[in-house]
């Protein structure tokens, strides 16, 4: 029902920035809220930001606090996740998720996942 494609991600320096974009289709009238996560290798999926598709709260995890933003086009049915002073740390596969019921932070709370993308921050 709702297709999600991902892009943006690549490598960059610490300290850098990059934008991923998330593109939403099919039925996306059904989106209630969207989400970034995140999973390192060997690690679990660990929540990074989380949007209203409608406009509402906005809720990020502790370690991007302050440096990641979410945000969306209505326009192009697009969410995006602005990554700014970038660490090391921040490596991981990048993942945007939609739920149709719920607002949460844990990846039970979303039914569509996009593919992920790949961010790499070099030291």
């Known amino acids: 029902q709702v297709q999600l494609v991902e892009s943006g991600g690549g490598l960059v320096q610490a300290g850098g920035s990059l934008r991923l974009s998330c593109a939403a289709s099919g039925r996306t009238v059904s989106i209630y809220a969207m989400a970034w996560f995140r999973q390192a290798p060997g690690k679990e999926r660990e929540f990074v930001a989380r949007?209203?598709?409608?406009?509402?709260?906005?809720y990020y995890g502790d370690p991007v606090k302050g440096r990641f933003t979410i945000s969306r086009d209505n326009g192009k049915n697009t969410m995006y996740l602005q990554m700014n002073s970038l660490k090391p740390e921040d490596t991981a596969v990048y993942y945007c998720?939609?739920?149709?019921?719920?607002?949460?932070?844990?990846?039970?709370?979303?039914?569509?996942w996009g593919q992920g993308t790949q961010v790499t921050v070099s030291s």
């Open positions: 949007g209203s598709w409608s406009g509402g709260t906005t």
């Open positions: 998720a939609a739920s149709t019921t719920s607002w949460g932070t844990r990846t039970s709370n979303y039914v569509y």
